[in-house]
């Protein structure tokens, strides 16, 4: 996979010039609400987590290491002038199901974690993610933010399953602005 941008080189986070985190913006609808979630390398993160066991058949989704915490996500987003959730409880984790090999998920760009030889087939690995549930206007101003653009500010990137719901919505528009309509 080729990478959309060239890769980030990243000052230390105390660096008076130079403080920003790069965040690769993913997305997905659950029912009739956005989640949305960010990616970002891993040395700006903690270090990754291992599933917890809950009882001898019962195995927890490990923590997605290369997760961005909601709060850095929902800065992220004011910063580059897109309507955020406001209202309490609009967070929460959820389990997103990634390709993974020996342990780690594969990311979806080298700008993440690099190019590595990968010795084997990935499997399709659970892991929970920090996500946040957008409303439906919120939904749009994100989508209508992402139509057409790589980025919505410097280091924040919209990833491609984020791009591919910004093109569905310009498709539903163009569906309505013709007066046309699509069978349900």
Avoid at 157 to 163: E, F, P
């Amino acid at each position: 996979m080729e990478p959309l941008l060239s890769p980030v080189c990243h000052a230390p986070r105390s660096s008076p010039i130079f403080s920003f985190t790069m965040i690769i913006l993913h997305a997905g609808f659950i029912g009739e609400e956005l989640l949305l979630w960010g990616e970002q390398p891993i040395e700006v993160n903690k270090p990754p987590g291992k599933g917890r066991k809950r009882s001898s058949t019962v195995v927890c989704p490990a923590v997605f290491p290369y997760g961005t915490p909601n709060q850095e996500l929902l800065t992220a987003l004011r910063n580059s002038g897109v309507t955020v959730p406001t209202k309490s409880g609009r967070s929460r984790p959820m389990t997103v199901w990634l390709p993974t090999v020996e342990s780690m998920p594969v990311p979806s760009s080298p700008m993440i974690a690099g190019q590595s030889e990968v010795s084997s087939k990935p499997d399709l690995v659970p892991w929970t993610v920090a996500t946040c549930l957008l409303s439906a206007e919120e939904t749009l101003d994100l989508l209508g933010a992402c139509l057409g653009r790589l980025t919505l500010a410097p280091g924040i990137i919209v990833g491609r399953d984020l791009a591919f719901w910004a093109t569905v919505l310009r498709f539903a528009g163009s569906l309505v602005a013709g007066s046309n309509s699509f069978p349900v």
